[in-house]
């Protein structure tokens, strides 16, 4: 019952996701890209570590290094970091394998999810789900103002009557974020 790929890409609900006054889609490529090398630094540390050790003792053999290869193989999908983007009444966040998409006119919740770290979830009024952290909306105020522009328009409309409160934390983490980074650049830290 869930969506098709092809509501996603190009069908009615990508309607918006180029504008003609020229704004195009945002994304948080810098960190991403970061985090991404972070991940395959880890995983291969790891892997190189636990191949030295085992060749080391002298029980490296083939299913072990094999058993070696998964493991870190599965550290590395478990660390794969989420790559946001947002454009015209639309925020996607991209795994390894599935991207999932709201449209944020249409959002009817925005819920803060607690936990080892925390997230945010986000529902539109097609059924579309997105999980982000809270900090790639807070590095990335362009991120930030394409989700805040489509959550005053579902306000506006009626729709979004849960996440209000979780929004205006948000706007105010963003707002010292970007004073704190003016402050700094004018020398008045």
């Known amino acids: 019952m869930g969506r098709r790929d092809d509501d996603v890409r190009g069908g009615p609900l990508d309607a918006n996701a180029e504008r003609p006054d020229g704004s195009g889609d945002a994304t948080n490529t810098p960190e991403w890209a970061q985090e991404l090398w972070a991940t395959v ?5 790891l892997l190189a570590l636990v191949l ?17 290869f998964a493991l870190t193989g599965l550290l590395f999908v478990v660390l794969y970091p ?11 966040s991209r795994r390894l394998v599935r991207e999932h998409r709201v449209r944020t006119d249409l959002l009817v919740s925005v819920r803060c999810l607690d936990g080892i770290s925390q997230r945010i979830l986000l529902r539109d009024a097609l059924g579309g789900r997105v999980e982000i952290d809270p900090e790639i909306l807070v590095r990335n105020p362009q991120l930030w103002f394409r989700l805040h522009e489509g959550a005053r328009k579902a306000t506006a409309d009626g729709l979004l009557r849960c996440g209000a409160t979780v929004l205006g934390h948000i706007a105010r983490r963003v707002d010292d974020e970007n004073a704190q980074a003016v402050f700094k650049a004018s020398g008045l830290e």
Do not use: E, I
């Open 41 to 45: 630094r880890c995983a291969g540390v």
């Open 52 to 68: 030295l050790v085992d060749w080391g003792s002298g029980r490296l053999t083939l299913w072990r290094a094999a058993l070696w």
């Open 82 to 92: 989420a790559r946001v983007s947002a454009g015209g009444n639309w925020l996607a």
